[in-house]
């Protein structure tokens, strides 16, 4: 689809709409980013998705044989613990070493991370929860920020302030550009982004149904089957709200914090990645802890990536359109 919008992602970033598709674990593969790009849209790479950084170069490489282009980005999550983030700086290294133009980071704050990613020219856009921390990430020098309302899948922070109330208050309180996320998945939602005066809208949990995206079909059914009220948000007692499908091993999460197990042991099993993975490669949902927005009731089939991309503009325009009627 022709361009509709312009705004800073698509003047920055190089691409034709205001859509991110953000850096999922274990799905920020090429096949699903690349069908991204191709789409006039731009994704990221999870760059902790892989092991070591030979096979990140390997995946980015893959990216740029399937894309029409090289607008794409990686996702860097920072962790609060420096010892976890060993792992971390040497897959920076190659995000840099590969002249990736933009980055999506997350976690932590990125300050650690800045120097190299100045140095090396790549575009910094910080994923927040709340327009505290967005405020503070664009005192540490970032480029962009993503705000991320409740509805979002993964880590809404413990503030839990919804999408509509981040997207009308954040781009008044920064003087940088804000992408808004949590819960999105239709073009009148991207609308109202942009009328808010947001540049753009990041997406996640919708894409989980795209034909390029690795889950099993039988897994991208249970997305489908959604009606919007089928996660949790478990691990508040640890102060990390995580926003989850509900199946049997979120709801033996939350039995334990409910009973007031504080003994990290006891829920490690059961947080493992691995189960999540297995979950998505096998379709047997009923294990893992699976981040899950509800924006999964918008996935009514699964289709290509293009499909989807296209689907949303033509609404978002119409939206547009319909508002501009309405105007008297």
Not at 190 to 198: N, Q, R
């Amino acid at each position: 689809m022709q361009q509709v919008f312009d705004t800073w992602v698509t003047r920055t970033l190089g691409i034709r709409h205001p859509v991110l598709v953000g850096g999922m674990m274990w799905l920020g593969r090429a096949e699903l980013v690349a069908g991204v790009v191709n789409a006039g849209a731009t994704g990221f790479l999870s760059a902790l998705t892989f092991s070591d950084p030979a096979m990140l170069r390997d995946e980015i490489q893959k990216c740029r044989d399937l894309c029409e282009t090289d607008r794409f980005g990686v996702n860097l999550y920072i962790s609060a613990r420096p010892d976890a983030n060993e792992r971390l700086l040497p897959l920076l290294d190659v995000v840099c070493d590969e002249g990736i133009p933009f980055v999506e980071t997350s976690g932590a704050k990125p300050t650690e991370l800045l120097p190299k990613l100045r140095e090396a020219k790549v575009t910094i856009i910080h994923k927040v929860p709340a327009v505290r921390y967005a405020l503070s990430a664009e005192k540490a020098g970032v480029d962009a920020v993503i705000v991320v309302g409740a509805e979002c899948g993964g880590h809404p922070g413990h503030l839990m302030i919804g999408t509509m109330i981040q997207g009308g208050l954040a781009p008044k309180e920064l003087s940088i550009p804000v992408i808004l996320g949590g819960g999105i998945g239709t073009g009148s939602q991207l609308a109202a982004a942009l009328a808010m005066g947001c540049e753009g809208v990041l997406m996640g949990t919708r894409m989980m149904v795209a034909e390029e995206a690795v889950p099993h079909d039988d897994f991208k059914q249970r997305v489908i089957s959604s009606d919007g009220t089928d996660s949790v948000v478990i691990e508040t007692s640890m102060k990390n709200h995580h926003r989850v499908l509900r199946n049997e091993a979120s709801e033996e999460v939350m039995k334990l914090e409910a009973g007031g197990v504080d003994d990290f042991d006891q829920y490690r099993p059961i947080l493992s990645g691995t189960e999540a993975w297995n979950a998505f490669s096998s379709g047997d949902v009923r294990r893992g802890i699976i981040d899950f927005g509800q924006s999964a009731c918008f996935a009514d089939a699964i289709e290509p990536v293009a499909d989807i991309i296209d689907t949303l503009m033509r609404e978002a325009k119409q939206a547009a359109g319909s508002l501009n009627n309405r105007l008297l």
